[in-house]
């Protein structure tokens, strides 16, 4: 049982390419999320899915989009990255709205 | 204002010390909350649930104060493994879904 993975473990980007971030969970949660966290604050929700084939903007979707073909994935997509996006990403999920959620290792992205 | 917030510390206590963090909210309609501890440069995980009660895990208990909007965390017998982020989480669904975390109060436990 991983729980929650997420690929790449490191990536270095330079200004206006694109790429694509995976989280993968096999306790079949229904909701998943994307998160940020910048030095010195706290995590910044940036998308979520409430199941299969849904997505929603959380507090900074600007410069992502996501997508929930399946149950079990949560794609993080950047199309034209900018410095700006330099972050550690978090992938979560949770059986239900309300309750704990449980994070993958990360993604610590650099752009330059 | 930010709809949660947290004292960032750092907290920097004695092995075998009691310490309190408190995190405060602003929306009355928040309905779930949880403690969580984050290690350097690693992902968060889940400390404790807070419940109106109040509850206990050990040395750490958490307790919410609805009137006050705020919940607390008190850690007893503080341990070196201890120092750590300690992040609270609020959540609630009223005419939208809410899920924030505070910026995170960090501890450090000295021998």
């Known amino acids: 049982n991983a729980g929650v993975t997420q690929t790449p473990k490191f990536r270095v980007l330079k200004t206006g390419q694109s790429m694509t971030l995976l989280c993968a969970q096999d306790m079949n949660h229904e909701y998943m999320y994307w998160y940020r966290q910048d030095p010195g604050m706290g995590l910044r929700l940036i998308h979520y899915?409430?199941?299969?084939?849904?997505?929603a903007k959380g507090e900074v979707p600007d410069g992502y989009n996501v997508s929930r073909l399946k149950k079990q994935n949560f794609l993080l997509g950047l199309e034209s990255a900018a410095p700006s996006q330099t972050s550690v990403y978090f992938c979560?999920?949770?059986?239900?709205?309300?309750?704990?959620?449980?994070f993958g290792p990360g993604t610590r992205l650099t752009v330059l | 204002r930010k709809e949660v917030e947290q004292d960032p510390g750092p907290f920097n206590v004695p092995e075998g010390a009691t310490v309190a963090f408190n995190c405060t909210y602003s929306n009355s309609a928040s309905q779930s909350f949880f403690w969580y501890r984050q290690d350097c440069r690693k992902e968060p995980k889940l400390l404790m649930s807070v419940y109106s009660s109040g509850n206990e895990d050990g040395r750490f208990t958490a307790q919410l104060n609805r009137a006050s909007q705020y919940i607390s965390l008190l850690i007893r017998d503080s341990k070196l493994s201890d120092s750590a982020t300690y992040l609270c989480v609020v959540i609630r669904m009223d005419s939208s879904y809410k899920l924030i975390f505070g910026s995170g109060t960090r501890l450090l436990v000295r021998p």
């Open positions: 899915s409430v199941g299969e084939g849904t997505t």
């Open positions: 979560a999920s949770t059986p239900g709205p309300l309750n704990e959620q449980f």
